[in-house]
């Protein structure tokens, strides 16, 4: 039974991810989370490589990046709990509003390619109004200070679209931190 259970705890990832075949070239939030995943494709790379690439990426991204981990298939897939404090900052009538964002990233190995998943878990603050789940299911809303509903505007999506795709950006640099760069591209500039 043990072994049937571990077998079903190997695979929710698996299933959960390939049932996601929406895909784009970047993140971009909606109103519903994160709708799409990102591929990258990185000739040259095993499985191996790029699954060495991520931890170490984690290793000098994520405090205590062990504990963060929430799945871990060697080579195949790796998903951690990440927080960015004061991730987003708003001002209101001259007033600046931050809040914290915790997301789990998830990274899909196959084929010399990394398919990135990115979803919010939380998005909060002491000092700050609270973003809440509001309206239709994961429709990401926060109340203003007089209680009022205020829906996710331009603003705070670029900003949590920067820290989703600053994600690949980051983890990009650490799979090709062993690039060789042509004498021609380098410029004294």
Do not use: C, H
């Not at 062990?66 to 960015?84: G, T």
């Not at 109340?143 to 205020?150: L, P």
């Amino acid at each position: 039974m043990k072994s049937l259970l571990a077998g079903l705890m190997i695979l929710i990832p698996f299933i959960s991810v390939s049932q996601s075949t929406n895909t784009a070239d970047k993140f971009s939030i909606t109103p519903e989370g994160f709708t799409q995943s990102v591929v990258r494709e990185y000739t040259g790379k095993t499985d191996s490589d790029l699954y060495e690439s991520i931890i170490l990426w984690a290793k000098y991204t994520i405090d205590n990046y062990e504990s963060a981990i929430v799945r871990d298939v060697s080579n195949e897939y790796i998903e951690f709990r990440m927080f960015v404090p004061q991730g987003i900052a708003l001002e209101e009538d001259g007033e600046v509003y931050k809040w914290d964002v915790m997301m789990e990233v998830g990274f899909r190995l196959r084929d010399q390619e990394i398919r990135y998943d990115i979803g919010l878990v939380e998005v909060s603050s002491p000092d700050a109004p609270t973003f809440a789940l509001e309206g239709a299911p994961n429709e990401w809303s926060f109340f203003d200070n007089d209680g009022q509903t205020r829906s996710l505007n331009e603003k705070s999506q670029e900003q949590i679209n920067l820290i989703a795709n600053n994600v690949i950006r980051s983890v990009s640099a650490y799979v090709n931190r062993d690039a060789e760069i042509p004498e021609e591209e380098i410029s004294d500039e």
